[in-house]
């Protein structure tokens, strides 16, 4: 037999999201595609990275991240959660919550697991789980409030399914989860014996005066919540890799020496520069970022509207879901390079956050980008009407 790569390199292929990027490079287009926060860095994030080198925050952390950070973001789910963690005990940097996402699978999930998504999915939960060899199940989010049926969710239930994940707000159709949608869900993993494992890393992008709500915050969630965020939106450092898991105790050596056997640590400096962020930046920083991107919002959607391309308006995170299944094409991906050729602005394919053909009709558009682009995005859709 001749010498070949792993049967896993199958399983992750050049997404979407990276080959429109490629796609739009090359025609010198807007990229609305990839999730990138085009944002200025807060100032006390910045120069608290650049001090930290020369303090000499440039070795190796303990695994679990340096204490002044763990304390901030533990202050920090106090202030905006009301959440008693132990910074001591209860969180785990790693890189990004990327990073986070990773070491806790490998920590608490067994190849042969199931574990049920709701769909649409971020694409790198799915692909995470299954090169671990854990199989997804998918409980549907139904347009147009991406609501989920009760029946749906239990019929996913079965002895090998372990844990349930869940993004609020939403990548990619921007869904906040309400408190009552979220006990249910609660319900659904006490009922089993699942772990939740949540992904929080839009936290801050709510719009309409919606809140986000914490699962682990729920009655008898706490020992089974692992609670997933990080800096890159927040922050606008995507590149830095900076995120983390919170949990019960009895989870953060298992999901720690993952994370030191796979990273070793975050980026030293990198972590300070985040805790002076969190500790420096106030209230304020936090409701200026909701309301620019929530006018973000209105313009983009608006956008989309004049285009003949209905948007899915989002309650949060900064992606939108619009209908082209009006635009030439067998499937969203000719949809998607027909928008790219003919308005200069790049996409994700709707099949990227479906395992059937439910997004063959769909793109995602990312409205995270500076006035002057998204202006000029906005434009460019318009002229296709
Ligand atoms: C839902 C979701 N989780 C995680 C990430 C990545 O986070 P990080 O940069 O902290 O790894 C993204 C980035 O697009 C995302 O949309």
Known sequence: MPIRQSNRCDLVKQSDIRSMTLACAERGGINL???????DVPEPVLQGAADAMREGYNVYTRFDGLPELRLAIAEKQRRFQGLNLDPETQIVVSAGATGAFQAACTALLEAGDEVLLFEP?????????????????????????????????????????????LNTPCNPCGKVFSRAELERVADFCQAHDLFLFTDEIYEHFVYDGLEHVSPACLPG??????????????????????????????????????NDLYYVCAPAPLQIGVARGITGLGQEYYHELAEDHGKKRDRFCEALKNAGLAPHVPQGAYYA???IS????????????????????ACVPGRAFWHDGAGEGLARFCFAKRWPELNQACERLERLS
């Open 221 to 258: 969630m706490e020992e089974r919540t692992i609670a997933i965020s990080g800096a890159s939106k927040v922050f606008a450092v995507t590149g830095w890799r900076l995120g983390w898991a919170s949990c019960h105790p009895r989870w953060r050596e298992p999901i720690g020496h993952f």
């Open 326 to 345: 009006s635009l030439p094409g067998r499937d969203s991906r000719e949809r998607a390079m027909h928008l790219l050729e003919r308005t200069g602005v």
């Open 33 to 39: 595609a990839q999730g990138v926060c085009d944002l």
């Open 121 to 165: 999915y971020y694409g790198y939960h799915v692909s995470t789980l299954r090169a671990m060899d854990v199989t997804p199940r998918f409980v549907p989010l139904h347009a147009p409030d991406w609501s989920f049926d009760d029946a749906e969710l239990e019929a996913a239930a079965s002895p090998r399914l372990r844990a349930v994940v």
């Open 321 to 323: 879901l619009a209908d």
